[in-house]
């Protein structure tokens, strides 16, 4: 079912390895009145209106005043046919958890609350420029533990320069033994145009090699095996019942609708993505200028998505579903993978094997597909 994204492009203060699209700004209301106009104008592309997850992502959408998270809610629910039981998620930062907030987005709705916790080491989180402290990160756990939300997750960093495997393992027992029923766990990549980036080319910053970041990847698959936490999809990780529903979707190429600017969005066959602008955003929402891109996806793109970000999931990817048959066009690469055991084909459908989800973006390039080839 369609999922809606609103994305809330605002933070507290820029980390140093961030490339979303976010402001630092604090006058923030001619964006989000954008932000419903434009919910108004597009509340028809969704064919039956029927919507099973919302996602406030962002940026930081624990900033807003709980009441705009409600507003937004509420607008929904009277734009769409929000599903009963829809999953509604907001991305929260520790430094903006209290009960009382937690109560208060609660009762506006949310169900699930996705923590951006990154590391539970002052001297991690301080490196990384978050506007939180490792106290904090953990009395926010404590707090949404015991809010009664239907689920939960965290978010965790590894790949951190100098890190140990004796360092990744106390962040993933400290998160374990605060009962997490879900955890998003990515390696620090370094995007351009990132402070992060900056310092690595001036030389302050090194890089862990690739065998130090791919030893912490197998400890944590291996931890989460211990914990009963499924590895649904390459960085996620959940209880039985606890996985994300929203982003479940994305991966399984369901439509979606993005709100706000720099948000994309997907009808089935093209992709649309806002201007990652909020000023340019938010006066071609008032004039009714245009204010975004689309393209539309050929078979061989949608092909090569469907094998993208299918095989990050333990699911895999259905051959048969597959617009080009890219398994008989890449043969030699198909065959090649198979014999050194990174995939294999479990009921007609492709999954990576334990080994091969240390390379699941380069096996997937592997096997992409040109239109050429049809
Ligand atoms: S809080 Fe999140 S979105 Fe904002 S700068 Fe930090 S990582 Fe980026």
Same mark, same amino acid.
């Given at each position: 079912m369609p999922g809606l994204y609103l994305h809330?492009?605002?933070?507290?203060?820029?980390? @140093?390895?961030? /490339?979303?699209?976010?402001?630092? #700004? @604090? /006058?923030?209301? *001619?964006?989000?009145?954008?932000?419903? +106009? %434009? +919910?108004v104008k597009r509340s028809k592309e969704i064919g039956d209106g029927r919507v099973g997850t919302i996602y406030f992502g962002g940026g930081t959408p624990s900033?807003?005043?709980?009441?705009? =998270? $409600?507003?937004? =809610?509420?607008?929904?629910? /009277?734009?769409?046919r929000v599903e009963r039981d829809a999953e509604i998620t907001l991305e929260a930062n520790p430094d903006d =958890?209290? *009960?009382e907030r937690l109560a208060e987005w609660k009762a506006a709705g949310i169900t699930r609350i996705s923590l951006g916790t990154q590391s539970f080491r002052d001297e991690r989180l301080r490196w990384m420029g978050r506007a939180h402290d490792a106290r904090q990160a953990l009395s926010s756990i404590g707090l949404i533990a015991n809010a009664g939300f239907r689920t939960w997750t965290i978010d965790l960093i590894y790949g951190l320069p100098q890190m140990t495997l004796d360092e990744w393992d106390e962040q993933l027992t400290i998160a374990l033994d605060h009962g997490m029923p879900h955890l998003s766990a990515y390696c620090l990549t370094v995007e351009s145009? @990132?402070?992060? $980036?900056?310092?690595?080319?001036?030389?302050?910053?090194?890089?862990?090699?690739? %065998?130090d970041q791919s030893a912490q990847f197998e400890r944590l698959m291996e931890r989460m095996e211990q914990a009963g936490l499924d590895q649904y999809e390459i960085s996620n990780f959940g209880q039985p019942g606890h996985y994300s529903r929203h982003n479940t979707s994305y991966w399984e190429g369901v439509p979606y609708l993005g709100i706000g600017p720099s948000a994309h969005s997907f009808d089935g066959?093209?992709?649309?993505?806002?201007?990652?602008?909020?000023?340019?955003?938010?006066?071609?929402?008032? %004039?009714?200028s245009s204010y975004w891109e689309s393209e539309t996806l050929t078979p061989a793109q949608? @092909?090569?998505e469907r094998l993208m970000t299918g095989l990050r999931t333990a699911k895999g990817v259905d051959i *048969?579903?597959? %617009? =080009?048959?890219?398994?008989?066009?890449? #043969?030699?690469?198909?065959?090649?993978?198979? #014999?050194?055991?990174?995939? #294999?084909?479990?009921d007609g459908r492709l999954v990576l094997s334990r080994a091969g989800r240390h390379f699941a973006d380069r096996i997937a390039s592997d096997l992409f597909v040109t239109d050429d080839d049809r």
């Open positions: 809330i492009p605002f933070c507290r203060q820029a980390c @140093t390895y961030c /490339d979303f699209h976010f402001s630092t #700004s @604090t /006058d923030r209301s *001619a964006v989000l009145d954008a932000m419903e +106009l %434009e +919910l900033l807003l005043e709980p009441g705009r =998270i $409600a507003a937004f =809610i509420q607008q929904a629910q /009277d734009l769409f =958890i209290s *009960a145009k @990132t402070v992060l $980036a900056h310092q690595v080319k001036k030389g302050g910053v090194h890089m862990p090699e690739d %065998e066959s093209s992709r649309r993505w806002n201007v990652a602008n909020n000023a340019r955003y938010g006066k071609a929402l008032r %004039e009714g949608r @092909t090569n *048969a579903k597959l %617009e =080009i048959d890219a398994l008989r066009i890449n #043969s030699s690469a198909f065959q090649r993978h198979v #014999s050194n055991g990174s995939i #294999s084909m479990v």
